[in-house]
């Protein structure tokens, strides 16, 4: 955002200023300064935690390359710790043993933090959704704020992944507790990490599973009454 469209999006349009003015006075409240600023901050320093899945982490490298070079976007401080983060970028396939540790990340990034789903794999399971071992869509554990398509995505994609998610931040406002939970209600609920077996299971789903077995349970005498 250059200085120019910074101060018009920050100028009161019912105060009036001289054109030959505007791009270097703005007219403003209090709250509109202090939303736009905290906006503005942070969509201009986003942090992802660095790893990778599958084949999109090489286009994701090749966005954080010198061709592309993400840092222009504020985005270039890849962060090997999860604490130090506040963008997870979930690039390829998502397996159901690696959905664990994903969710453990999740859960240790401090707040605000987003999630962009890179690629079909991330964003739905892409072609291998009928497989046994993979996770149809990291949405289903974790709340995903970006979805970029792709299998997989260009560098430019996930660049206008990013612009998008820049856009979300910006209408995200400090008057308005719903679209920026992390302020005045303490810390959220962590993620409850899935639990693996026969298959994966998430906790926050076990009811349904109750619900399941006492309907098998009801039916089953009635079975064994039709048999003997």
Not at 108 to 135: D, H, I, R, T
């Amino acid at each position: 955002m250059t200085n120019d469209s910074f101060l018009r999006e920050l100028h009161d349009p019912a105060v009036p200023v001289p054109e030959e003015l505007q791009s270097a006075i703005a007219v403003t409240s209090l709250g509109r300064l202090a939303n736009s600023v905290y906006n503005w901050g942070r969509r201009n320093s986003i942090w992802p935690v660095a790893f990778g899945l599958a084949c999109c982490a090489i286009e994701m490298i090749a966005a954080a390359a010198s061709r592309y070079d993400q840092a222009r976007f504020g985005m270039e401080v890849l962060r090997a710790s999860p604490r130090q983060a506040d963008l997870m970028i979930v690039s390829g396939t998502v397996t159901k043993k690696m959905v664990v540790p994903i969710v453990r990340l999740y859960n240790q990034m401090a707040e605000p933090k987003y999630v962009l789903a890179m690629g079909a794999c991330a964003s739905g399971g892409g072609p291998f959704k009928e497989g046994y071992n993979v996770v149809a869509g990291i949405d289903k554990f974790v709340p995903v704020d970006v979805y970029v398509p792709g299998c997989p995505p260009t560098p430019q994609a996930l660049l206008h992944g990013f612009i998008t998610l820049q856009k979300k931040i910006d209408g995200q406002s400090l008057a308005n507790a719903n679209s920026t939970p992390w302020y005045g209600r303490g810390p959220s609920d962590e993620v409850p990490l899935p639990v693996l077996g026969p298959d994966i299971v998430d906790p926050r789903q076990a009811y349904l599973l109750q619900r399941e077995a006492a309907a098998v349970s009801e039916e089953a005498p009635a079975e064994t009454e039709e048999l003997s």
